[in-house]
């Protein structure tokens, strides 16, 4: 896929960057070569192939799925500088 000069302007706008005119033909180059390889890897057949956490064969750490004891709110709220309600009281910070 070819990626022409107008559309690596707009891809530059959209994504807040300035980029000289000079500059565009070697981002619209940039991006071309970028979508060409990701067009080389939908090739990849995968088919059975397991999806990885990691390049190092390795597990994700669990914890048991258990019920604590909550109703802790009195307790949590010992630790905010301003408390009502049964809330933690922040300052307004919009008008």
């Given amino acids: 896929m070819s ?3 107008d559309t690596a302007r707009r891809v530059a706008h959209l994504a807040r960057i300035a980029v000289d005119e000079k500059d565009l033909p070697a981002l619209a180059g940039e991006l071309s070569n970028i979508l060409d390889f990701m067009e080389q890897l939908n090739e990849v057949d995968v088919e059975g192939i397991e999806p990885m956490t990691s390049v ?26 301003d408390a009502r309600e049964g809330f933690f009281a922040v300052p307004k910070v919009v008008e």
């Fill in 56 to 81: 190092t064969p390795m597990r994700l750490k669990r914890r048991v799925d258990v019920v604590t004891d909550g109703n802790m709110q009195d307790k949590i709220l010992s630790n905010a500088p």
């Fill in 3 to 5: 990626i022409d000069i």
